[in-house]
């Protein structure tokens, strides 16, 4: 037996991630921290951990500034009886 629907929520509103300082940081300047982390910094911090070619940090980083970008995909969600979409 399906379930009734849960009242319709109020409308979607997007977060804007290139809007952060963070975002913009990372965005701006981790290309270049790269370039210089093994000269100014691995003997006092380490090297990142790797997962493949590339470094965890390097993933994590790339993840978050593809976030929210709609050309990086999206998801569509809706109900599969009444196929209302929240």
Not at 35 to 40: G, K
Request: overall charge positive; some cysteine; hydrophobic content about 35%.
């Amino acid at each position: 037996m399906a379930t009734a629907c849960v009242e319709s929520r109020p409308l979607y509103r997007p977060r804007d991630p290139q809007a952060s300082d963070l975002w913009r940081l990372l965005d701006e300047n981790f290309a270049s921290l790269q370039q210089v982390y093994d000269e100014r910094y691995q003997i006092r911090y380490g090297g990142a951990p790797a997962c493949g070619s590339r470094s965890i940090v390097e993933q994590s980083v790339a993840a978050f500034l593809k976030c929210g970008d709609l050309q990086e995909g999206f998801a569509r969600v809706r109900c599969p009886d009444c196929k209302h979409r929240p």
